[in-house]
């Protein structure tokens, strides 16, 4: 069953009309400001403005406070059909401006001019009648939706102001962006504030310095991670988890190059596809062009082709851990979160038509399995389908409605609710994203996995049938991570740097509390990381007690064991929890038992 999507939610609406009654007050407070968008976005809405007055952060009470006057005047927000281009031309001219001529409507033209024909032209508008009969109007160029009036309007906030390119276009001016957030309650509203300030708390770029786990440098690049010792053993933690999952499942693991020929990628599709995402192609000298690789599945193409198939040797999957490039804009990076350098855990799987149920069910199986693992269980499933009205996809009709059938049958059989995404399938096929839900109710795209026949039919790859004949095999490629680096900042919010005991990069402190303790202190520290593989350090600095259990306990570090001279004495160690504080004195056994379960 699928489930409902926010553009079809009355949330979506509610925060449609937001955006149009921040217009309305910007109209009135700003005389000649020249409004171009305003949609609802997943967590609020913007409305992007070139205002003849500089708009400023200090200047949002001033706005919200209009807002909150006009929509208690319970204007009612009508739809209006235009009579033709030129009808809708005069309604922007005369009533969207409010009279003050074309240059105040510059961006609604370029948008009505942007319309195919045809198209229905459609404006929504507030209006009002005063205590003496008149009629206030405030109207915009939209195609919809919003709610019946603007008292429905009760719970907005206003957030920040940004610059934004004109269409997204570096070309073209930059324009003020003005984010704001509505709600249906008080509590929802004030419960995503309270989120906002925590999430700040919680920011990967800063506790990922304080705990040690990455770095960027500007002589690096941007969106290039350095990862320090600590975050690289987080990093080969996770890679271990998941490489072993895999090989129980018969999983192959494959390494490819970083970098390879064009031609690879004209091929594939990617060139055409993606090439706007891809950094600038380099020339080696001899008429050789080649690219950073931004995604791995040509490579595991070829690998699958440089032998003969027999429909015995099917299913066939491969998996890699390996790094892909992608030029991110500068002010699109954000962190590992959205880096131009990162670790996919990627596979890809060849299977025969009657097997691409079963696989794409496993699949998704460990993709729960890994979830479960990282203690990440509030998700919700979408399928991304193809747009009819984007040029972007390459393929047959046919194997588009094929992959997308097999996705929502896969989904049935695991009683799997899913929400359908126009417009978010891959270019070469369709998609099933897990959107995970963290501790601050934030939502986060991880996991995917695709069913592919175009790729299969590009590459005219084969094997040979029970018939003796050629067939064609599908594709599946997936990621249950998204990407390393990715699932890490995601895991750094999630559990504001104290991650869980078989995560963290340094499990246990020992913390002798003097130099005569040391010796004893050490001998642990290799009983601990020889025979028990726990990631176990020293901390012998002359340093009071007091210092190091507070220092260890801003690391993060799950346990502390504290040794004195009674513990010498006894054969014990003293255990302290981040969590619990003080445990007593154990025995090293009884330690084990309690931290390694």
């Known amino acids: ?52 007055t500089p708009i400023r952060e ?33 309604t922007i001219l005369e009533e969207t401006t409010l009279g003050q001529g074309e240059e105040v409507a510059e961006y609604k033209l370029q948008l009505l001019e942007a319309i195919p024909e045809g198209e229905s032209i459609t404006f929504y ?10 009629k206030h109007r405030f109207i915009d160029l939209c195609r919809g939706p919003h709610v019946d009036s603007t008292k429905e309007i009760k719970h907005v906030r206003l957030m920040s102001v940004a610059g934004a390119y004109w269409r ?19 509590e929802e509203l004030e419960q995503y504030l309270h989120n906002l300030e925590e999430a700040k708390k919680r920011d990967h770029r800063i506790l990922g310095k304080e705990l040690g786990l990455f770095m960027f440098s500007p002589r690096v690049g941007t969106g290039l991670t350095l990862w320090l010792p600590k975050g690289a053993v987080l990093r080969d933690t996770l890679i271990e988890f998941l490489r072993t999952e895999q090989l129980k499942r018969g999983y192959l693991p494959v390494v490819t190059p970083h970098l390879a020929s064009i031609r690879l990628y004209e091929k594939s599709g990617h060139i055409m596809t993606y090439r706007d995402k891809m950094f600038p192609f380099m020339e080696d000298g001899e008429r050789e062009t080649y690219v950073l690789k931004p995604m791995n599945c040509p490579f595991h193409i070829e690998i699958y082709q440089s032998q003969m198939r027999s429909y015995r040797d099917l299913p066939i999957r491969y998996a890699e851990f390996g790094t892909v490039y992608r030029y991110e804009q500068s002010g699109e990076v954000a962190g590992i979160l959205r880096a131009r350098g990162f670790t996919q855990d990627d596979a890809h799987l060849f299977v025969r038509p009657d ?7 496993g699949v998704v199986n460990l993709m729960k399995v890994v979830l479960d ?14 747009d009819p009205a984007s040029t972007k996809y390459v393929g047959h009709d046919d194997n588009w409605q094929a992959a997308t059938q097999a996705i929502e049958q896969a989904c049935k059989s695991l009683s799997l609710e ?69 699932m890490i900042g995601l895991l750094t919010e999630q559990y504001a740097g104290a991650f869980p005991f078989w995560l963290s990069p340094v499990q246990v402190a020992v913390l002798p509390i003097a130099d005569r303790h040391v010796e004893k202190a050490n001998e642990l520290l290799a009983t601990l990381r020889d025979e028990h593989h726990v990631r176990t350090e020293v901390d012998d600095r002359r340093e009071t007690l007091g210092k190091k259990i507070r220092e260890s306990q801003l690391h993060k570090v799950p346990y502390m064991l504290i040794l004195g001279d009674r513990d010498l004495e006894q054969g014990t160690v003293g255990v302290r929890s981040r969590e619990k504080g003080d445990l007593g004195a154990m025995k090293l056994e009884e330690f084990l038992a309690l931290a390694l379960g």
């Open 373 to 386: 693992k990282l203690g990440l269980q509030d998700f919700r499933v979408r399928l991304g389908t193809k």
């Open 168 to 186: 997204g276009d570096v070309k073209n001016k930059q324009l003020t962006r003005i984010y704001g957030t509505a709600f249906e309650t008080k």
């Open 355 to 361: 097997q691409l149920l079963d696989e794409f069910i």
């Open 58 to 90: 200090e200047d949002l009470p001033k706005i919200e406070q209009r807002m909150k006057e006009l929509a208690k005047l319970d204007q009612r927000i009508l739809c209006i059909s235009a009579d033709g281009r030129e009808a809708a031309r005069r």
């Open 1 to 52: 069953m699928a489930a409902q999507r926010y553009e079809d939610s009355y949330l979506y609406r509610l925060r449609h009309s937001a955006a149009h009654l921040m217009a309305q007050a910007l109209t009135e407070l700003y005389p000649g400001i020249k409004l171009a968008i305003g949609p609802p976005i997943e967590n609020g809405f913007y409305y992007d403005v070139d205002s003849p």
């Open 125 to 134: 508008d507030q209006q009002r009648t005063d205590r003496d009969g008149v």
């Open 418 to 486: 899913y929400e359908v995404s126009p417009g978010d399938a891959a270019f070469y096929g369709p998609k099933l994203d897990l959107m995970i839900k963290d501790a601050l109710g934030r939502e986060w795209q991880m996991g995917t996995v695709q069913v592919d026949y175009n790729l299969p039919e590009r590459f005219e790859i084969e094997y040979i049938g029970e018939d003796s004949k050629p067939h064609r095999p599908v594709m599946i490629h997936r990621a249950p991570f998204g990407s390393i680096e990715r």
